[in-house]
């Protein structure tokens, strides 16, 4: 079996993967404590952390080379998700580069111009449209009240739109900043592709999207099992800590199997995207639509270990348990997601 064959196999971390994901997690730890994350709650983005988040080259990275990007890879890019899951930060970060990569895809990201290098630099802020079902009338957009850009389908077309007042926030479970966008009403649209090529590239972007969101839920998860295991060890019950007990222990043990598994499918995912796109088409959705649920099950447990405390509005466990059920609502129906999975899978 040569290298690369085996590399479709093998989804641990190289030395510089490791070196990237630990950089961001003390990174984050350090500026992103749940104090921060309940303070952005009103408008579901800080701008401080955003800024010093693109200071690290965060949105540059995810950006061919031609663009004026690093050139990561769409693994490297999940570390990075998943440790911004993790803390569960208040930033669109998923959306934007998700739309930047697309931008770039299209031709329509030059890295010489201003446009283009407030996008490399995230000074410019991106929104993607990641709903599965596409319509040409007003949809909910996860980061659409933050965004200078808003990119979406309209027909045959991908389109830019912008605003010259940001689109109000809507109040959604995920905290996200969410707005209702009408492309009718757009200030300005400009059609950055046509056709089935277009198409395509969007479709990937929803692929990408999906990849780093199920990413995100990796690391969202393994904290609610975090905050769910440091409890129970420190929670006695007749003379025992709780986390002895079959009812705790095995449901949390349990946790942290899907975060291995999740964790490596997302890898596999990512991994395909780059390489084999047409090999395994339906991985993307399949990692999302199984963090999806799983994440909603890890949280909602985390909260019960907890009691009467994991329901308040003060615990970790209460905040994570909202994002948890929250963001993959940024993709539309659920249902939708596992229904093309469903599909790719028994057309392939």
Request: glycine share 8%.
């Amino acid at each position: 079996m040569d290298r690369y064959e085996l590399r479709r196999q093998d989804y641990s971390l190289s030395a510089d993967h490791i070196q990237l994901q630990t950089a961001y997690a003390k990174f984050l730890e350090n500026r992103c404590p749940l104090e921060l994350v309940r303070a952005a709650e009103a408008t579901g983005f800080d701008n401080n952390l955003w800024e010093q988040l693109c200071g690290t080259g965060a949105s540059s990275m995810a950006l061919p080379e031609s663009a004026g990007g690093d050139g990561a890879t769409l693994v490297d890019l999940t570390l990075v998700a998943e440790e911004l899951g993790r803390v569960i930060a208040p930033v669109p970060w998923i959306d934007h580069v998700c739309a930047a990569r697309l931008l770039a895809a299209l031709g329509a990201l030059d890295p010489a111009t201003e446009d283009g290098s407030d996008v490399l630099a995230g000074r410019q802020v991106l929104a993607l449209d990641s709903r599965l079902q596409a319509t040409d009338g007003p949809r909910l957009i996860a980061a659409g009240s933050v965004a200078d850009r808003i990119i979406v389908r309209q027909g045959d077309d991908v389109v830019a739109l912008s605003y010259a007042t940001r689109p109000a926030k809507v109040d959604n479970i995920g905290r996200l900043p969410m707005a209702w966008i009408d492309p009718a009403a757009a200030d300005r649209r400009v059609v950055l592709g046509s056709g089935a090529r277009a198409l395509a590239r969007y479709e990937r972007a929803l692929d990408e999207w999906q990849v780093l969101t199920a990413a995100a839920l990796v690391g969202l998860i393994e904290e609610t099992l975090r905050v769910a295991a440091e409890f129970a060890k420190t929670r006695y019950t007749l003379g025992v800590p709780i986390s002895t007990l079959q009812a705790i222990s095995h449901p949390l043990a349990n946790i942290a199997i899907v975060v291995q598994g999740g964790r490596n499918l997302t890898r596999r995912a990512a991994w395909f995207l780059d390489h084999e796109p047409e090999t395994q088409p339906a991985l993307a959705g399949a990692a999302f639509v199984y963090l999806a649920e799983e994440a909603a099950k890890a949280a909602t447990m985390a909260v019960q270990v907890q009691g009467g405390l994991g329901v308040s509005t003060e615990s970790a466990a209460s905040a994570y348990l909202l994002r948890a059920r929250g963001w993959p609502l940024a993709a539309g129906d659920p249902g939708a997601s596992a229904v093309r999975v469903a599909e790719l899978f028994t057309a392939s």
